[in-house]
């Protein structure tokens, strides 16, 4: 016979429904949200680690002033560094050799002439001819007829010989020393001088584009740069977000991320250059994840610069330059990073060789692996699982308080059953797998529904994040094992031993225990004493001891909230707060980073503004796992960049002290790293490390940095003693050619990268504060539930004895109400102090620094969110004691 | 002679629809006096408790009616019978039904705090004999003493009416007549009327009005003349 325990499952299910909703309702929205990151994540994680071979990406691509020849792209195909010292000496010593054959004509012809002069006026004088036209004449026929023969005969003669030989050996000689002494000059500044260079084969593409100005809206004002490829590209293709590629030559198809800023869409006509274009696709190109126009940019610009695609056809009707860019692939394979900067700065020896043999100019070579536009969004949706996991981690943490107050809320609920059944004989086992199989049934409904809603609603929420911020390929549904252990496996566990604990633990009391409803532990002989408050006041004190336990989850239940909701306030509040004072965190209003100390004519790079001042600097990388504090444990292994900046003696923007490394205060911070500390910097592309003892702390917000005097920067890095790597000034510097300028950072650059998170973030974060009051009235409502459940027969009884529902209200809501109150401000202290920690730890994956930051305004507001979901539960409350009937106290007379 | 204080008139109630229908009061009349001890008789099913329920304003009939000192139950509103509770009646249960954390004395001011007319807690507390156990919480003690408690929460009110539900049904044949007697004062002290359910036929001899009910109805409804204290019962 099956056990007729069964049949109360689906009844009790029934009956309690609205409390098992609002958990399914809890593990939903949190196993969703949190599933719904990781699948989003893991979704576009696969379908941008697809992109590479799918859409064929390059391993870099340079830029030649023309079109390169076959025969250019013949020998970089192959990869060797050509002999540029033997072509500057072929090349000089052919100049030379039209000089002197030309010179010796001259001279040959000069001499020649002079003699056969001579010769006639000797002849002349002899007969006595004097009249000097007619010696002209001898001489002019003289000079006809034998001249050239006289010429043929010099030349024959070994002295004229010899000094022919004379005067070549003595150009080429020159040539040799010539070009050495520029030659060492060149395999200094591109370091070409390597004896054992491994040539670098690769594949080439024509990868060529225009860039136009883009025109929205037909109203003849330019909006943005459009760069355009053509359509039958074989390198760097295109995934279709929308529509399709085109196939005329008035169709165009643009990028998607690009289009939505723009308000444009499939079917609208746009101006590019002088033609009108029907976008018939929306794309995303697979090496323009983030349309960064420039590698040189610190932030992308979607609004401002696209890119897009258009029939050979079409691109051949626009008129401006093409820009001869070819993309390459590497025959070897790699995914080392220092193998593949090996790889790319062989290559770039071999481009600079063979374009100066062919010809040619190099307007700009970049190494895929540098590329920010294929690798900035990658790193950044990679970095933010951390942000998940930590949100991962409390949500066990709260499925598990919430299983646990259940478990014994309904033990204690039971009781009698318990006893009456233990007392019939039915054993502890029997009963256990009965206590269990609710809680399960619920688990396995929440969790389920919460997947559901994870690989869908949730997830495209999530995915659709980043597609407001980034260029993505459209991305397929992935199955994620990681959201399936972590926000599913690992609370059923959770909740399965949990509910085994408390329930085991409890069935360990006697039958008779149960049926007297003692299933307390406590050995107390009598009531706690409390003040000699007036007796309402004295039973809300008694009501207050009584759910003590209650409280305790309320707590952090609280913190809980509180901490979300910090989260969606500090993080707008921070990154604006950031902004707002990117202008004071930057000591230098302008800082110039330069390609290069010297120009093209290898003159030093030089400026007249006033304010300007050299300074050094380097990136370099800081191992995260060197990191000795307790966050330790959350360390994902990437290395963060560290600017290393050499500063001039009487700086007048960095002021440092003493000699030595001193750090930015941002950098402090983030690693809790101060004076005499030692820290090991490495290089990213080489093994190189560089140790330095930190001397003191530069306050500095704005990034993470190392200050030194430039004199030891320059010595420490082998750097000659003038040379420097750009200006800080304090006004725009106008007389540098853009051609030589890496960066220009302003505070305005810096508040970029907020104002981009806040166009990403912030729809979703407002959305987030609704969830979270949802939340916190749920959770409110649990335990506000249980108090009340709790109390059910105690209510009823003073029902029947005349108190009034108003009265009641006061005795078992304001207890709760007041505590809530008082959670809700502490609750927020513990929670704003967590957040700033854990600030701290999500920083920690992340480059650079901010600091957690709320407004006072919203301080009062993340209480009050609180409050106001608890108002809710308390409305709630208040018609559930209404409605307890007064006959529960009445249930046990007969 | 005493006036009528509770009018029970032609009361009838009925629980489930259709087949299952069962009429639990078919039918109800009777009158108590103030300040008599009233006793309801009856085997389970009787109605006792559904009368009870009625005349407490926690339960309405389905017709006829229930007037206290003229005053009728069915006209009042939800917030009046509250306040009838509130002003005229104690309740003593079977199963005691003491709020669990509050403890002893505490229990007893609850019954104080509604009462316009409260007699002194302490006094009730040493009359009750709870004068050491008045810091205790319920479960500590005894089902006696807790039956001690629920009298004492009943009493301090000085409540006009005194409803009894099976007062000692859990309770052993000595603590039963101790606590017979402690209600047996509250009547003669306070006079309180009391109104007393129980099955126990021996608890007739202490009351001055008794009525049986079976099936719904009333089959006697006597006066006892002869009333005899509750120390002296014997079943």
Redesign the interface.
Known sequence: MKNPLIKRIPKELVAEWHKYAVIVIFMVLMIGVVSGMYVGHDSLMASINAGPEEFNLEDGCFELKKKASQELLDDLGKGEMADVRQYFIDKGIKEADGEVAKAIDDNLNEEVTQAIEDGVREQCKAYGITDEQMIKEQIDTALEDNLEDAIEEARKSEDFKKAVEDAYNEAHEEVIKAVDEEWDEIVKRYDLDEESFISVPITIYDHFYREEAEDNNNDGIKDATIRIFKSDSAIDKAAFNAGRAPETDTEIAIDRMHASNAGVEIGDTIRVGNKKFEIVGLLSYVNYLTLHESNTDLMFDSFGFDVAMLTPAGFDTLTSRVHYEYAYKYEEKTEDKIALADMGSRFLKSLITQTLVYDNEIEDFLPEYLRQASNFAPSDIDGDSTTTAVLCYILIAVIAFIFAITINNTIEKEASVIGTLRASGYSKGELIVHYMSMPVIVTLIGAALGNVLGYTAFRNLMVSLYYESYSLPPCGLVWSKTALIKTTIIPLILMFLINLIVIVKKLQLSPLRFL???L?TSKR???R?IPAWS??K??RL??L??NIPNYIVLVFGVIFIELMICFAFGLPDSLNNYADKASEMMFAEYQYMLMGSKDSDNEVIETSEETAERFSAKTLLYPRNNDVSKMRAFGSGKDESITVYGIADNSSYITLGAEGAYISSAFSKKYGLGAGDEISLHEEYENKSYSFDIAGVVDYEGGLAVFMDRNSFNERFDMDEDDFSGYFSRNEIKDIDEEYIATVITADDMAKVTVQLMHSFGAVIDVFKYVLVVLAAALIYLLAKIIIEK?E??IS????????NGEIGSLYILPTAIVVIIFAVAGFAVGYSLMIYLFKVIMLQMDGYFMFYMKPESMVLSVVYLLIGYAFVSVIDYFRIKKIP??V??K??? | MKEDFLKIKDLKKSFGTGEAKQDVLRGMDFTVKKGEFCVLLGP?GSGK?TLL?II?G??TPDSGYVSINGDKLEDMSE?QL??????H?G?V???Y?L?????VK?NI??????SEKPLDVEEVINTLGLQDHK???P??LSGGQQQRVSIG?AVVKNPDILMC??PTGALDYKTSKEILALIEDCNNKFGSTIIMVTHNEAIKYMADHVIKLRDGVVRHNDINDKKIPAAELEW
């Open positions: 007297r409803h003692d307390t002989s009598k009531a004493r007796f309402m004295r039973f008694r009501i001891f009584q109390n027969h105690s009884m003073v029902k029947i004895l005349g108190f009034l007064m006959d106290a009445l046990n007379v007969e | 389970s408790s329920n407490g926690i339960d917030k509250t306040m009838y509770r509130r002003r009646l309740y249960f079977q199963m039904n709020i669990p954390n509050l403890n505490e001011e609850v019954g104080a705090y509604l810091y205790k919480y479960n500590q929460r539900d099976e």
